[in-house]
């Protein structure tokens, strides 16, 4: 057993503190990682606050994972020592289940959550990326394209599949004409991979607080839903809508942005069920769907995809220490875009 230290969750109610814990030896098909950064979810909060009712404690968050390989097993084939690697929101899956779907994973019973869950032989439990080492199958090891740098590409591992799919599995390309709703730590990262895809790119964000920075980032237009003239002026315009906000919003005004056979994607999760009306969606053919990460064969597609288009997060550096203030100020959306830490900080 290696001990790792880390930064960990011990209720509901309690700031993040420092935690030393065990990781597993590794076995044949294990990478051990050191992790150099991690990204900061809006869910590692819901989660070591219990906001979803399913945490378990000590939790060690964190899931958007990028470091180096120190060590790997004898049958590993695909990663050496000294790679640049990185671990996204599963470790783990139904592995031999005859139902495993390589395309869809995410989607599957047997998930191994990165952190807050148990490895598949349901004792020991997992821990994320707010530390200094992982071991993980070799099958759920990412590779990092080597022109990326490695802290801005954290949070691809999370934000940045959690959009790239649905813009995959909605066709967003040339003659697209694509809404990110939103602009955000998930929402910015939207912007980047749909302009990159092709598609023409409308921010769709409260107010016009970030328009700069939503134009530099790729977007062709954008728009404050504060101002109803928004919605008059957009009604029937787009294709495809991703909707990255967990606030109650008016999803019946949002559907009608939307052209004939247009869909509405959800990937964040309002706490309250929303009303839709049937007239939202019947008289224009349009769906309203959700979305959720990605596959391992997809994520990375994407990171690929990255390296090949040198997108990565626009990010804000934090030590460790910082982790309990970053999290009140990711809850006021005061965070251009996203919250990297630099696990190097552990160890000062
Ligand atoms: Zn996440």
Same mark, same amino acid.
């Given at each position: 057993?290696?001990?790792?230290?880390?930064?960990?969750?011990?209720?509901?109610?309690?700031?993040?503190?420092?935690?030393?814990?065990?990781?597993?030896?590794?076995?044949?098909?294990?990478?051990?990682?050191?992790?150099?950064?991690?990204?900061?979810?809006?869910?590692?909060?819901?989660?070591?606050?219990?906001?979803?009712?399913?945490?378990?404690?000590?939790?060690?968050?964190?899931?958007?994972?990028?470091?180096?390989?120190?060590?790997?097993?004898?049958?590993?084939?695909?990663?050496?020592?000294?790679?640049?690697?990185?671990?996204?929101?599963?470790?783990?899956?139904?592995?031999?289940?005859?139902?495993?779907?390589?395309?869809?994973?995410?989607?599957?019973?047997?998930?191994?959550?990165?952190? &807050?869950?148990?490895?598949?032989?349901?004792?020991?439990?997992?821990?994320?990326?707010?530390?200094?080492?992982?071991?993980?199958?070799?099958?759920?090891?990412?590779?990092?394209?080597?022109?990326?740098?490695?802290?801005?590409?954290?949070?691809?591992?999370?934000?940045?599949?959690?959009?790239?799919?649905?813009?995959?599995?909605? &066709?967003?390309?040339?003659?697209?004409?694509?809404?990110?709703?939103?602009?955000?730590?998930?929402?910015?990262?939207?912007?980047?991979?749909?302009?990159?895809?092709?598609?023409?790119?409308?921010?769709?964000?409260?107010?016009?607080?970030?328009?700069?920075?939503?134009?530099?980032?790729?977007?062709?237009?954008?728009?404050?839903?504060?101002?109803?003239?928004?919605?008059?002026?957009?009604?029937?315009?787009?294709?495809?809508?991703?909707?990255?906000?967990?606030?109650?919003?008016?999803?019946?005004?949002?559907?009608?942005?939307?052209?004939? &056979?247009?869909?509405?994607?959800?990937?964040? $999760?309002?706490?309250?069920?929303?009303?839709?009306?049937?007239?939202?969606?019947?008289?224009?053919?349009?769906?309203?769907?959700?979305?959720?990460?990605?596959?391992?064969?997809?994520?990375?597609?994407?990171?690929?995809?990255?390296?090949?288009? &040198?997108?990565?997060?626009?990010?804000?550096?934090?030590?460790?220490?910082?982790?309990?203030?970053?999290?009140?100020? $990711?809850?006021?959306?005061?965070?251009?875009?996203?919250?990297?830490?630099?696990?190097?900080?552990?160890?000062?």
């Amino acid at each position: 057993m290696a001990i790792a230290r880390g930064y960990a969750a011990t209720d509901a109610s309690k700031p993040l503190t420092p935690f030393t814990f065990e990781r597993r030896e590794p076995n044949a098909d294990d990478v051990v990682i050191s992790i150099q950064y991690c990204g900061v979810c809006h869910s590692d909060i819901h989660q070591a606050r219990n906001e979803w009712g399913n945490s378990h404690y000590p939790m060690v968050p964190g899931h958007e994972i990028v470091g180096t390989v120190t060590a790997v097993g004898s049958s590993v084939t695909k990663f050496k020592i000294g790679d640049h690697v990185g671990v996204g929101c599963f470790v783990d899956s139904c592995v031999g289940c005859a139902a495993r779907d390589l395309d869809n994973e995410q989607y599957m019973p047997g998930l191994v959550q990165t952190y &807050n869950d148990f490895e598949a032989a349901g004792k020991t439990p997992t821990y994320g990326g707010y530390s200094d080492s992982i071991v993980v199958k070799e099958g759920y090891v990412l590779s990092i394209p080597d022109n990326l740098p490695l802290d801005a590409a954290a949070p691809l591992l999370c934000a940045g599949i959690t959009l790239y799919s649905p813009l995959r599995h909605w &066709n967003a390309g040339p003659g697209m004409k694509v809404a990110i709703l939103g602009m955000g730590g998930l929402g910015h990262m939207g912007v980047k991979l749909a302009h990159a895809m092709g598609a023409d790119v409308t921010v769709l964000s409260q107010s016009l607080s970030k328009k700069e920075d939503g134009l530099r980032l790729g977007a062709d237009h954008y728009y404050a839903t504060s101002d109803a003239e928004t919605f008059k002026a957009l009604a029937g315009t787009f294709d495809l809508i991703i909707c990255t906000v967990s606030a109650e919003i008016d999803w019946n005004a949002y559907l009608n942005l939307l052209k004939v &056979n247009g869909s509405m994607v959800l990937v964040g $999760v309002p706490e309250h069920s929303v009303p839709v009306h049937a007239f939202s969606l019947v008289p224009g053919r349009r769906s309203l769907a959700g979305s959720m990460i990605g596959s391992i064969k997809e994520t990375q597609e994407m990171l690929d995809f990255c390296g090949e288009h &040198n997108i990565v997060s626009e990010i804000e550096k934090i030590n460790i220490s910082e982790i309990n203030e970053a999290y009140e100020r $990711v809850l006021k959306s005061d965070v251009r875009y996203r919250f990297v830490i630099d696990i190097a900080s552990l160890k000062a």
